[in-house]
């Protein structure tokens, strides 16, 4: 038997606002320069749809234009969120490694599963050393289709997960705990919606919960 929680990873884990902003507008910045874009970056509609698999998320910023400028636009912006990584300019929410390791320590096995890109969830994990508690991160793109809960079902497969959680900020991070069977832990962060935890099984406010979360709903003792 293997008992597992399954992070998401942006708005759960890491703070992505903080280097979201700096990195969109260095994006359309540049499409401001080759004359693609004439007003404003459009931040507000990033964070209503954060969450979603990449691909979504730019057909929805740029919907009148092609995949090949939408796909242009991508690289420059992943470039740019993970030079302000190593530049230390995100962060872990408060608590993380309080969280992980206690989880740890009570033998869950730790993994996280991100619409995030591979070479950008590499750049959090290997800066913060994430890897310390996770052991395996897992990318949208590892699949090839753009549903979460395929991703999660993957991990249960993979490491024959028998009883667990998915920890998110998001309806796809709930969504794809029901779908495999596991408990769905609603954050209420930076982009969550109300209307999306309502669904949740449990909601915190602080990844610290976790260890009261996780005691109840698993009946086990933490330290």
Known sequence: MLKAIIFDMDGTLFQTDKILELSLDDTFEHLRQIGEWDTETPIEKYREIMGVPIQIVWETLMPLHSNELRESANTIFHERLI???????????????????????????????????????KAIVDYYHLDTWVTETFSIQQIDSLDKGELVKGIVNKYSITSGAVVGDRLTDINAAKANGLSAIGCNFDFAKVEELAQADVVIDDLFELKEVVNKTFTINLK
């Open 83 to 121: 030079e302000n990584i190593r530049k230390g300019q995100g962060a872990l929410y408060p608590n993380t490694v309080e969280a992980l390791t206690i989880l740890k320590e009570t033998g869950f096995s730790i993994f996280i599963a991100s619409n995030g890109l591979t070479e950008y969830l």
